[in-house]
């Protein structure tokens, strides 16, 4: 008998600790009343709640299975088994799990809900919008639906509908967490970066501390060509969460598209302590060694990561770039071949290949390679005036001015246009003023017979 008082103050005990969010002792208090008393299934139920609590969905799913073994459905130790069992990717038994309550009850509007989620995930998106449909036939208020529904429009990029059915969810829960980021996130992905922006910030001050939402808020910022409050996005990040590797790594990449390969390497240096197999790593080390003109450092990472995506047109840029540096032009021209058997528009492909052919003299095939940049890219300033230069080379002086014409027009603060443009005015200078004095003097006209030649 004092097993079973025991017991009894056991749960008791589990139940304090749990309303003072001591999950992991409230769970020894419980497992030790389970083991007095295996057969109450109550003390399951409690455990499985516990354990969702300490995100041990699977331990969880046993212990509502327990519960519910040999007694009566209980509908909510079954909606918390379907959900465990959908968190754990086992879609079909969660779907059983919700097809049974919906048999045992056709008006029970959660087995519809939760059931048009999982259909989301398994992308039948077709089955998801029926038991949407099926559950506003039996409450149309229920905020979960709205937000269930809207994941699977989101997911056919039906940013419009789904962003409609977000802001329901809030009209009917206006604290319904993450929606205002999702609602900022289909806008991103319309376009709408102002739009985006709002609502992410106004999530922000409902969550200060949400790393995913400071994370969206960086990314947002870098689209936005807002480099310097990126920066400072990801630096709030590392700072409050040290061990978050994605917040050290996109805080390299920005310091290296800002012109800093020594801070970008200690950012990478971070990366390598948390995960030195993190996607990406050897590039980007590459990249900055590349920048600081270490070349054999950035030949050593970037062989690495040659060997690990031998395909990636950026790893085959970042290669080709340190090949041209270090002067070996055929290997540098092959891996720019290698982007454009993907990729026959790489305005930047051909724009390199043009350099391998004018650091070898040839600029009649460099300039063949500019214009396919151009031709790829009409807005490619470099490439128009790598293509000028090749043209004064070649005695185009017509073709170089009109080309210049056009990389003015596409940008006109340019001090490498004015350059070249005083290059072409004195080349074809010194060319008028090199043929005038090649020209021999004409001779004198020999006066006609029977004709008396004029007075002078």
């Given at each position: 008998m004092s097993d079973w008082l025991d017991a009894e103050r056991r749960v008791e005990r589990a139940q304090q600790l749990c309303e003072s969010r001591r999950f992991e002792e409230a769970l020894a208090e419980l497992d030790a009343a389970i083991q007095i008393n295996p057969n109450n299934p109550a003390w399951h139920a409690n455990r499985g709640f516990l354990l969702d609590?300490?995100?041990?969905?699977a331990e969880a799913v046993d212990a509502y299975r327990a519960?519910?073994?040999?007694g009566p459905m209980d509908s909510d130790v079954s909606i918390a088994l379907g959900i465990d069992l959908a968190r754990t990717q086992r879609y079909d038994q969660a779907l059983?799990?919700?097809?049974?309550?919906?048999?045992?009850?056709a008006n029970f509007e959660p087995a519809y809900c939760h059931r048009t989620l999982i259909y989301a995930e398994l992308g039948d998106h077709e089955k998801a919008e029926e038991m949407f449909y099926l559950a506003q036939q039996v409450n149309d208020r229920c905020?979960?639906?709205f937000v269930h529904i809207a994941a699977s429009l989101a997911m056919r990029e039906q940013y419009d509908r789904a962003i409609f059915c977000w802001e329901k969810a809030l009209q009917i829960a206006p604290g319904y967490p993450e929606v205002k980021q999702r609602i900022g996130q289909a806008y991103r992905a319309k376009g709408d970066l102002q739009k985006a922006h709002e609502f992410m910030l106004e999530a922000l001050r409902e969550d200060p501390g949400n790393p995913d939402?400071?994370?969206?808020?960086?990314?947002l910022a870098v689209e936005s060509g807002r480099l310097s409050v990126a920066v400072s996005r990801f630096r709030q990040i590392v700072e409050l969460f040290p061990d978050h590797v994605a917040a050290h790594f996109a805080l390299a990449e920005i310091l290296l598209q800002l012109d800093r390969p020594e801070k970008a390497i200690a950012s990478l240096q971070q990366v390598v302590e948390l995960d030195d197999?993190?996607?990406?790593?050897?590039?980007?080390?590459?990249d900055a060694y590349l920048m600081l003109g270490r070349h054999e450092d950035a030949r050593r990472h970037l062989r690495k990561a040659t060997d690990h995506s031998p395909d990636d047109p950026a790893v085959l840029m970042?290669?080709?770039?340190?090949?041209?540096?270090l002067g070996r032009i055929p290997a540098a021209q092959s891996a720019f071949r290698k982007v454009l058997s993907s990729d026959a528009k790489s305005s930047l492909a051909w724009h390199n290949l043009a350099v391998c052919s004018f650091r070898t003299g040839d600029y009649r095939t460099g300039l063949d390679h500019c214009l396919r940049a151009i031709d790829a890219r009409?807005?490619?300033?470099?490439?128009?005036?790598?293509?000028?230069?090749?043209?004064?080379h070649l005695g185009q002086w017509r073709k170089a001015k009109h080309m210049l014409d056009r990389a003015i027009a596409v940008d006109p603060d340019n001090d490498t246009v004015r350059a070249i443009s005083k290059r072409l005015w004195r080349s074809r200078l010194r060319f008028l003023i090199r043929r005038i004095l090649r020209r021999k003097p004409l001779p004198k006209p020999t006066p006609r017979s029977g004709t008396k030649p004029k007075a002078t």
């Amino acid at each position: 008998m004092s097993d079973w008082l025991d017991a009894e103050r056991r749960v008791e005990r589990a139940q304090q600790l749990c309303e003072s969010r001591r999950f992991e002792e409230a769970l020894a208090e419980l497992d030790a009343a389970i083991q007095i008393n295996p057969n109450n299934p109550a003390w399951h139920a409690n455990r499985g709640f516990l354990l969702d609590q300490l995100d041990r969905h699977a331990e969880a799913v046993d212990a509502y299975r327990a519960a519910l073994d040999g007694g009566p459905m209980d509908s909510d130790v079954s909606i918390a088994l379907g959900i465990d069992l959908a968190r754990t990717q086992r879609y079909d038994q969660a779907l059983e799990v919700f097809a049974r309550l919906a048999q045992a009850d056709a008006n029970f509007e959660p087995a519809y809900c939760h059931r048009t989620l999982i259909y989301a995930e398994l992308g039948d998106h077709e089955k998801a919008e029926e038991m949407f449909y099926l559950a506003q036939q039996v409450n149309d208020r229920c905020p979960h639906c709205f937000v269930h529904i809207a994941a699977s429009l989101a997911m056919r990029e039906q940013y419009d509908r789904a962003i409609f059915c977000w802001e329901k969810a809030l009209q009917i829960a206006p604290g319904y967490p993450e929606v205002k980021q999702r609602i900022g996130q289909a806008y991103r992905a319309k376009g709408d970066l102002q739009k985006a922006h709002e609502f992410m910030l106004e999530a922000l001050r409902e969550d200060p501390g949400n790393p995913d939402l400071l994370f969206d808020l960086g990314e947002l910022a870098v689209e936005s060509g807002r480099l310097s409050v990126a920066v400072s996005r990801f630096r709030q990040i590392v700072e409050l969460f040290p061990d978050h590797v994605a917040a050290h790594f996109a805080l390299a990449e920005i310091l290296l598209q800002l012109d800093r390969p020594e801070k970008a390497i200690a950012s990478l240096q971070q990366v390598v302590e948390l995960d030195d197999k993190y996607p990406g790593l050897d590039l980007r080390f590459g990249d900055a060694y590349l920048m600081l003109g270490r070349h054999e450092d950035a030949r050593r990472h970037l062989r690495k990561a040659t060997d690990h995506s031998p395909d990636d047109p950026a790893v085959l840029m970042s290669m080709g770039n340190c090949l041209l540096e270090l002067g070996r032009i055929p290997a540098a021209q092959s891996a720019f071949r290698k982007v454009l058997s993907s990729d026959a528009k790489s305005s930047l492909a051909w724009h390199n290949l043009a350099v391998c052919s004018f650091r070898t003299g040839d600029y009649r095939t460099g300039l063949d390679h500019c214009l396919r940049a151009i031709d790829a890219r009409p807005d490619f300033a470099m490439a128009m005036h790598k293509a000028a230069l090749a043209m004064l080379h070649l005695g185009q002086w017509r073709k170089a001015k009109h080309m210049l014409d056009r990389a003015i027009a596409v940008d006109p603060d340019n001090d490498t246009v004015r350059a070249i443009s005083k290059r072409l005015w004195r080349s074809r200078l010194r060319f008028l003023i090199r043929r005038i004095l090649r020209r021999k003097p004409l001779p004198k006209p020999t006066p006609r017979s029977g004709t008396k030649p004029k007075a002078t």
